[in-house]
C-alpha cells in the first residue's frame, strides 16, 4: 500500500463499448485548485467553480461539503470526486443536469457520513480508517458496476479536512489520498498534515492543481492585477506574515488571486484539468456554521485593476 504505480491518467469507461454515447457512458468530473490561508480569527478556505465533465466546463459549481457536525468543519475534494448517472450522457444542457443531479457514487458525501458517524473533531481524525472507508465505498461501487474500468493512477482523488477552534486560534488541514493500482483496487495514505497556529507564517496550502500553479503561475505571479495587500503578503516570499499578522480580508484577497492568477494562465497554458469560474470562500471562524462569500465574477472574463479591493461580504452559508 506504500508503494503506488506510475500515473497512467483516469478515465472511466464501459468495458467493450466503442461508442460510448450509444451505450450510456458514465461520465466523471474532474479537477480543481484549492487554496487555504490561516488568519488571525480564522480559517479562509477558496475553490475556483469550474467542474469539468469529459471536455465541458461547467462554472459556478460550490465544490465545498459541509458536514452537520462537527461546527467550524468543511470537507473538500480534489481531482475525481465521483460518477454522474448514465442519464446525464442524453442531458440536453449537461452543466443544468449537474447543478440538480446527484452522482451516482459520490465520494464527498461517503467522507462525509463517515466523519458525522465518527463525530470527533478533525483533529483527533482516523485518517488511516477514513481513507479505507472510502476505498472500501469504492470497491463496493466497482463491485455492483463491473462494467466500469478504472485504469491505474496514483492520483485518484484528494479528501481534505478542513477545521478552525476559535478556543486555540488553530487552524487545521488534514487530507486522505486514493489512488487505483495495476489491478484496479482503490488504494489510500494520510497526505497533508498541517496545524497552523497564531506564530506560525500564513503560507498558503494549495492542493488539487498545485503543480501547475508552482510550474507556470508561480514564477509571474507578482506580474498580475493583484490587491494591494496581496502584494505586501507576498513580498517576502518565500517567507510569509505570521498568521497573527494576517487578517481575514488579507488572507481573502490573497486566496481569490492565486485562483484567478490561475484561471488566467490556463488561457494561454492549457491544464490538466479545468480552473475557472468565480471563485469561492467559505471562512471558519467563530461562528458555528461556516461563511460563505462569492466573487462572481470569473477572472478570464474580466481582469480586475491592481489596486483594486474586494470588501467581505459576510453572509450565512446556503448550504
Keep these: ?8 491518467g483516469l478515465d472511466l469507461t464501459v468495458k467493450g463499448s466503442m461508442d460510448l454515447s450509444q451505450q450510456g457512458r458514465c461520465i466523471i468530473s ?8 490561516a488568519a488571525t480569527d480564522g480559517l479562509v478556505l477558496a475553490s475556483d467553480s469550474r467542474l469539468t465533465v469529459e471536455t465541458q466546463y461547467c462554472d ?3 465544490k465545498f461539503v459541509e458536514p452537520r457536525r462537527p461546527d467550524r468543519t468543511v470537507i473538500f475534494l480534489t481531482g475525481r470526486r465521483g460518477v454522474w448517472p448514465r442519464a446525464i450522457s442524453s442531458a440536453p444542457d449537461v452543466c443544468a443536469y ?3 443531479a446527484k452522482r451516482e457514487f459520490d ?3 461517503v467522507a462525509r457520513d463517515f466523519l458525522e458517524a465518527a463525530n470527533v473533531n478533525i483533529d483527533q481524525l482516523d485518517l488511516s480508517a477514513a481513507g ?5 465505498a469504492l470497491r463496493r461501487h466497482l463491485r455492483r458496476r463491473p462494467d466500469l474500468v478504472l485504469p ?3 492520483h485518484l482523488t484528494e479528501i481534505i479536512f478542513a477545521a478552525y477552534d476559535p478556543a486555540s486560534s488553530k487552524a487545521i488541514i488534514r487530507s486522505v489520498a486514493l489512488a487505483i493500482d495495476s489491478s484496479g483496487l482503490p488504494l489510500w495514505r494520510g497526505n497533508l498534515e498541517r496545524r497552523l497556529g497564531l506564530d506560525d507564517a500564513a503560507e498558503p496550502v494549495i492542493a488539487g492543481e498545485s503543480n501547475y500553479f508552482n510550474r507556470h503561475v508561480l514564477p509571474t505571479f507578482l506580474d498580475n492585477p493583484l490587491n494591494v495587500s496581496t502584494r505586501r503578503f507576498w513580498a517576502l516570499y518565500p517567507r510569509f506574515p505570521k498568521v497573527r499578522n494576517t487578517s481575514r480580508q488579507i488572507a481573502v484577497d490573497a486566496a481569490i488571486d492565486i485562483i484567478e492568477a490561475t484561471s488566467r494562465m490556463t488561457l494561454h497554458v492549457p491544464a490538466s484539468s479545468g480552473i475557472g469560474g468565480p471563485v469561492i470562500i467559505r471562512i471558519l471562524g467563530t461562528h458555528a456554521r461556516p461563511i460563505t462569500w462569492r466573487n462572481m465574477v470569473a477572472a478570464s472574463k474580466a481582469p480586475r485593476a491592481a489596486a483594486g479591493r474586494r470588501t467581505l461580504q459576510k453572509g450565512r452559508s446556503r448550504c
Design 1 to 8: 500500500m506504500s508503494h503506488w504505480p506510475s500515473d497512467l
Design 30 to 37: 474532474a479537477g480543481t485548485l484549492f487554496v487555504a490561508i
Design 60 to 62: 459556478g459549481i460550490d
Design 98 to 100: 449537474v447543478r440538480r
Design 107 to 109: 465520494l464527498a458525501e
Design 132 to 136: 479505507k472507508h472510502c476505498a472500501t
Design 152 to 154: 491505474a493512477t496514483e
